[in-house]
């Protein structure tokens, strides 16, 4: 299993986006920034000054196939 990492200030980096599937409500959603090509940084978009979890480029782009594919 790999290390992860965290960003305690989200806010730190830029370039934050949601995810198109998000809906205009503002509700709960997932952000990532992009630009990072080793960890991906994700936050919870209800919380820009919170944490943010690096995630593994491998282990992201598993996951997003696994939304896409529709498995999750």
Not at 1 to 26: C, N
Not at 46 to 70: I, M, N, Q, T, Y
Request: with cysteine; hydrophobic share 40%; proline share 6%.
């Amino acid at each position: 299993m790999s290390e992860q990492a965290i960003i305690p200030i989200a806010s730190v980096l830029t370039g934050w986006r949601k995810s198109s599937y998000s809906g205009s409500d503002e509700g709960s959603c997932v952000e990532v920034a992009d630009g990072h090509p080793v960890r991906i940084p994700v936050r919870d978009s209800k919380a820009g000054d919170g944490p943010a979890l690096l995630v593994e480029a491998a282990a992201w782009s598993a996951f997003v196939s696994a939304v896409r594919g529709g498995t999750l």
